[in-house]
C-alpha cells in the first residue's frame, strides 16, 4: 500500500505541481517527500493525493497540494529561516514548511486539530516545530521577528500585528478577502510594506476570537 501511496504522490507532483508552474528544487523535493496521505482523515486517503482540498474536521480543510507548493516557492525560502505559520490544520503545509526552512512555528485555534498535527509531525520526526494553540491573527510576538509567515486561513484585511512581526526583506503569503479573496505577498522593505496581490483562491476565514467566542 505504501508503494501505491508513493506512486500516487510522484504523479500528483508531475501532474500538478510541476505542471503547473512550480519550479523551486526544494519545495518540488518537500512535496515529494512528505506522505499527504498521513494528514488526511481514514475515510479520506484515498483522495488524500487528489487535486482539491479535502475535510479534516472542525469544518476546516487541508488545502489543495499545488496551492501548498504554491504559497511555499512564493516565500524563496533557502533553508536557514524562521517561520511563522497560522493555521496548523492537519499538519500538511507544517511538514513542507519543515522541510524547506530550519524553524518552524505555528499557531491554530482549534486545540484538537493542533494536538492531531503535533502527533502526526512527531511521529514522522520532525523536531523544528513549535506548536500554540490560539488566534494566530496575533502573531506569536514574543518569537518574531520571523524572515517568512504563511498564513492559511482568510482574514477580511492583513492583520498589523502580522505584519510588524515580519523581518526586514521577509516575506508574508497570506490569502485576504470576505467574498472573493486574493492571495496577497506583503514584503518588509525596512519601515514600508510591499503588497501583491497574486492569485484568486478560496480558504477559510481566519477565526476571529469574538466569531469563535474565545478561543485562547
Ligand atoms: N495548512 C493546513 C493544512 O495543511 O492542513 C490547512 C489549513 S486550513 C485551510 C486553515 C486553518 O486555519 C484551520 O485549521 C483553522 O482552524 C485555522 N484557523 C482559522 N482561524 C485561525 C486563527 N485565528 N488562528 C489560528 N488558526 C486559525
Redesign the pocket.
Known amino acids: 500500500m505504501s508503494e501505491d501511496y508513493e506512486s500516487l504522490r510522484e504523479r500528483m507532483v508531475a501532474a500538478q505541481i510541476e505542471g503547473r508552474g512550480i519550479r523551486d528544487p526544494r519545495v518540488l523535493g518537500a512535496m515529494r517527500k512528505v506522505p499527504r496521505h498521513v ?1 488526511v482523515p481514514n475515510e479520506m486517503k484515498s483522495c488524500a493525493y487528489a487535486d482539491e482540498p479535502l475535510p ?1 474536521g ?1 469544518g ?4 489543495q497540494p499545488y496551492i ?1 507548493a504554491y504559497m511555499t516557492e512564493v516565500l524563496e525560502l533557502s533553508g536557514g529561516e524562521k517561520v511563522l505559520e ?9 511538514a513542507i514548511l519543515a522541510e524547506v526552512a530550519a524553524e518552524v512555528w505555528t ?4 486545540e484538537a ?1 493542533s494536538i492531531g498535527a503535533r502527533a502526526r509531525l512527531e511521529a514522522l520526526g520532525y523536531e523544528n516545530i513549535r506548536y500554540r494553540v ?4 496575533r502573531g506569536w510576538p514574543e518569537a518574531g521577528p520571523f524572515d517568512a509567515i504563511m498564513v ?2 482568510a482574514p477580511g484585511a492583513v492583520p498589523a500585528a502580522l505584519e510588524a512581526q515580519l523581518a526586514v526583506s521577509g516575506r508574508m503569503i497570506i490569502p485576504v478577502g470576505v467574498n472573493s479573496q486574493e492571495l496577497i505577498l506583503v514584503q518588509r522593505k525596512k519601515a514600508s510594506f510591499r503588497r501583491d496581490s497574486l492569485i484568486g483562491v478560496r ?2 476565514p ?3 476570537k469574538r466569531m469563535d467566542g474565545g478561543n485562547d
Not at 476546516?60 to 488545502?63: A, G, L, N
Not at 497560522?86 to 507544517?94: F, H, I, L
Not at 499557531?107 to 482549534?110: A, C, L, T
Not at 490560539?134 to 491573527?137: C, H
Open positions: 494528514f479534516i472542525q476546516q480543510t487541508i488545502s501548498v497560522v493555521g496548523t490544520g492537519s499538519g500538511y503545509q507544517t499557531v491554530e485555534i482549534y486539530l490560539g488566534d494566530g491573527s492559511t486561513a480558504f477559510v481566519l477565526i476571529s
